[in-house]
Each structure stands twice: as structure tokens, then as C-alpha cells.
């Protein structure tokens, strides 16, 4: 959303956020949405109902000609969202649905946005229409900013740095992490997991249970702006969930740095990461644990992926990104 935002000025842009927004920490989108000066109306209640009221009644006041709506597997609001069906509130608008995770989107959108192929299988409601001759589906994938990312290299003397970024949500990173991470056997290996959630209280104990605090760093959520320096700490990132993802923008993020990926196979992972050439794709546990000590163990290994994983990251640029939705905003008006 920042993105097409920042990047399609041509377009007037209306952002309106629950209330609850506006009291979280300026960090990360909302921090990007504030340095770029975008204007964001916020909702003065909490509560879901009188946030969809008040929403509904700012979208009818700005009278839009294109409604988007982003379909997270964690936000309640978004479950509840009834924008696609709502023809009477919305009038003439053109509504999509853009897709971020594998659960089936609700029915009634104008066009539906997958974020990967994989994705695109969950889209039931937009695939039924397709078959019955509707060209109301297409893949766009996520892009980022690679040259921002092309930092010099800052590693942690001594130390072998497997890094990740992500939310600690529940879905996010697997409970038993810890216990599984402090098996991997790779001399001065340090685990840097950064982020927040309900889940980091968790993992800090488990730390401290197995006595392992040498070998773990959590430094919190760090903004936008510090997240390149962060990845320039890393050796390689090893990221693995417990709910299949669509699209990993942090991976892209990573492989921008210059980072190899050791992941699991599922989900969008294999559209974006190529197995033995930017990192690994792995069926199991054990295929985790040995490929990363594997590239632990293998220096011109490390070198020769992560330079891989640079020249791929190149696939997924906003500015391609931001060129296809343009032309699906101009294919909607004009139709």
C-alpha cells in the first residue's frame, strides 16, 4: 500500500485506519506512511462495528474510484470487511481485493490481486468467475527498493550470524524455535531474531531455560530506515513459519542484502527463492538443520549463493510491481 502510494502520485489517495492505529508505536508502516507525508484519517472508536460505520461513511464522502482492500489472515477487521458486497454504499466504485495469504477471500470483488501463484489457487471465488469467462484474476508480485539494500557488509567479528526478521506472532515463528535452532551445530553461531509479538516472551524463556544466551539476540522491531544496516550484520537467514506464506517480502529484503535463504518448501517460497543456486528450499526439519550448517561450514558456498541471492532480488523491483497495478487501475477506469 505505502508503495503505490508513494510511487503513483498521479493517482489522489485516501488511507483510513482503525483507531487502535493511531496509538501503536510509529514503527514500520505507519512511520513510512508519516516520513512520506501521506495523510491518514484515523477512526475514533476500536471496536469493529463502529469502525466499518465510520469507515463506510469516509469512503462515501470521498466518493473513490477504486476501493482496495488487503486481505490479512490476522486482522479481524478485514474478516468482517464487506467492501466487495456493499454495491449500494459504494456505488460506482471498482473494488479489489489484493491477496496476502493462503485462506479464500470472500466473494463480490470486482477484480482479485495474488501476490504469488501459490496464492492465486486459493482465490476460489475470482477462479470460479474466470472459468465462466471473466478475466478478473491476475499474479502481481510484492517488490521492493533492491538498491536500498546495497549496504556494505557489517559482520559481528567472531560470530556466524543466522538472521531473521519478521513478525513473532503466533503464525509467524514456530513455538519450539528455540530448542530447534540451538541444535544446529556451527562454531560461534549466533541466532539475531528481530521483531516483536505475543511469541517473544516465549522464545526469551526457552533461552534462559537451556542456558543459552550466548547464542541468541533478540534486538525488538527496528524501523524501515535501520533495517538495511540490521541485514548487513547477517551471514544468512534461516526462516521458517508455522503457516504457509503467499509472498515473503522479508526474504526479498534479505536476498537484496546479499543474504542466502535456508526456508521451508511450501507456500510462495519456491517462486522465490531457486533451490541450490539463492538458498534452500527444505521438506523437513532435518534438511534445515544440514543446510545450514552446510553453508556455516562452506565460505565460497556462502559468497556464491549470497551473490545469487542479490541478482535475484532483481526479479522483484517496486517499480515493476507499481507498473502493473497502474495498468489495472487504467484498465478499470477506462472499462
Known sequence: MYNLIKHLPQYEHLVVCPGFAAQTKEIGLPQMIK??????????????????????????????????????????????????????VYDRAKTILVSHNNDPSPPGYDYYISVSKHNARFQKYANKERKQGSRNHRVIYNGIEVDRFDVPKD????????????????????????HFANKINIPNVVHMIVGDGERKVNLERDVEILGAQKKFV?????????????????????????KTEAFSLAMIEAMAAGLPIVTQNSGGMSEQIIHGNTGFLCNSRREIQYYCEQLGSDKNLLERMGKAAKERARMFTIDSMVQEYDRLFKELLDG
Not at 155 to 178: E, M, N, Q, T
Not at 218 to 233: D, S, Y
Open 155 to 178: 559482520p559481528i567479528k567472531d560470530r556466524f550470524v543466522i538472521g531473521r526478521v519478521s513478525s513473532l506472532a503466533k503464525f509467524k515463528i514456530p513455538k519450539d524455535w528455540i
Open 35 to 88: 516520513d512520506a507525508g501521506i495523510s491518514v484519517s484515523y477512526t475514533s472508536s476500536v471496536h469493529t462495528k463502529p469502525v466499518m460505520r465510520e469507515i463506510e461513511q469516509k469512503v462515501i464522502e470521498f466518493d473513490p474510484d477504486i476501493i482496495i482492500n488487503h486481505w490479512w489472515r490476522s486482522s479481524r477487521i478485514q474478516r468482517l470487511n464487506k467492501f466487495g458486497k456493499s454495491r449500494q
Open 218 to 242: 533478540f534486538p525488538g522491531e527496528i524501523t524501515n530506515e535501520v533495517l538495511p544496516r540490521m541485514l548487513a550484520k547477517f551471514d544468512m537467514i534461516c526462516y521458517v513459519t508455522e
